[in-house]
T-cell receptor
Framework: AQSVTQPDIHITVSEGASLELRCNYS??????LFWYVQSPGQGLQLLLK??????LVQGIKGFEAEFKRSQSSFNLRKPSVHWSDAAEYFC????????????FGAGTILRVKS | DTAVSQTPKYLVTQMGNDKSIKCEQN?????MYWYKQDSKKFLKIMFS???????INETVPNRFSPKSPDKAHLNLHINSLELGDSAVYFC?????????????FGAGTRLSVL
């Protein structure tokens, strides 16, 4: 069965520092991968997605992610974090099963200190 | 205009009651979903509907009954509420039921069962 692991429950970075959030997936077929962000009391907003092609994908708000098939990873990065990036980040894999369900990781809470 | 809207945003009720959560999307999408986010922030799919037809039912207790009067609406009715039903419920929609489709999420309904 497909699964997504986000090893870090919490991460704290200083404003202006770089960020990397880890995501590993387990899925037998070609994965479709997503990163969503959830601000407190808000819904989930799509940051970026990977379907095929270039393994480095760019998203909104200056985020990027790199798909590494050999490591079954899809890590999210940002070169310089802003205080407004504090939120919870979810990695997800979209399955090919009829119905298009997303399987989510447990999330990583990002705290930004000034 | 909100793309995926859920009502109510907050719902506080007693054990044993019956309640409904409504979801509407104005994106013209064919597929709609319900996800449950538990107290540990873990997101899991419950149901998906494509053009009013149920296509995913993830072993959810039959106290939960989704209803799709048309493809723009997917409501969730919960009978005999239990303490364990307390969670945030997210509605989402996507253009079609294929894995490459991006899912757009509502802001969530926080259900508290006392």
């Amino acid at each position: 069965a497909q699964s997504v692991t986000q090893p870090d429950i919490h991460i704290t970075v200083s404003e202006g520092a770089s960020l990397e959030l880890r995501c590993n997936y387990s899925y037998g077929a070609t994965p479709y991968l997503f990163w969503y962000v959830q601000s407190p009391g808000q819904g989930l907003q799509l940051l970026l997605k990977y379907f095929s092609g270039d393994t480095l994908v760019q998203g909104i708000k200056g985020f990027e992610a790199e798909f590494k098939r050999s490591q079954s990873s899809f890590n999210l990065r940002k070169p310089s974090v802003h205080w407004s990036d504090a939120a919870e980040y979810f990695c997800a894999v979209g399955t090919m099963e009829y119905g298009n369900k997303l399987v989510f990781g447990a999330g990583t809470i990002l705290r930004v200190k000034s | 205009d909100t793309a995926v809207s859920q009502t109510p945003k907050y719902l506080v009720t007693q054990m044993g009651n019956d309640k409904s959560i409504k979801c509407e999307q104005n994106l013209g999408h064919d597929t709609m979903y319900w996800y449950k986010q538990d107290s540990k922030k873990f997101l899991k799919i419950m149901f998906s509907y494509n053009n009013k037809e149920l296509i995913i039912n993830e072993t959810v207790p039959n106290r939960f009954s989704p209803k799709s009067p048309d493809k723009a609406h997917l409501n969730l009715h919960i009978n005999s509420l239990e303490l364990g039903d307390s969670a945030v419920y997210f509605c989402a929609s996507s253009p079609r039921e294929r894995a490459k489709n991006i899912q757009y999420f509502g802001a969530g309904t926080r259900l508290s069962v006392l």
